[in-house]
């Protein structure tokens, strides 16, 4: 079974950019700029998007936790990696 989130990148077309890949219906992809979940955003829909502004609302949030937890794990393993 695939995780709910995922976090993609392409280095070589968009350095700037990551993808926050949500697994579950409605399936999307969430671009966002690595320094901030709501800056260059744009949704991909892989399944058709919800009608309901709430459910859209409360993936993105998810999503937004997600992202920014996510970061701060990769953040401590890195400092843990060059204390050692």
């Given at each position: 079974?695939?995780?709910?989130?995922?976090?993609?990148?392409?280095?070589?077309?968009?350095?700037?950019?990551?993808?926050?890949?949500?697994?579950?219906?409605?399936r999307c992809i969430?671009?966002?700029?690595?320094?901030g979940f709501y800056?260059?955003?744009?949704?991909?829909?892989?399944?058709?998007?919800?009608?309901?502004?709430?459910?859209?609302?409360?993936?993105?949030?998810?999503?937004?936790?997600?992202?920014?937890?996510?970061?701060?794990?990769?953040?401590?393993?890195?400092?843990?990696?060059?204390?050692?």
């Amino acid at each position: 079974m695939l995780p709910k989130f995922l976090i993609a990148d392409n280095s070589q077309e968009a350095p700037d950019l990551v993808y926050v890949v949500h697994t579950e219906k409605p399936r999307c992809i969430i671009q966002c700029d690595i320094d901030g979940f709501y800056s260059n955003q744009k949704i991909y829909w892989t399944d058709e998007e919800p009608l309901c502004t709430d459910d859209i609302e409360t993936l993105m949030e998810e999503a937004e936790e997600f992202f920014e937890t996510e970061l701060e794990n990769q953040e401590e393993l890195y400092d843990e990696e060059e204390d050692n």
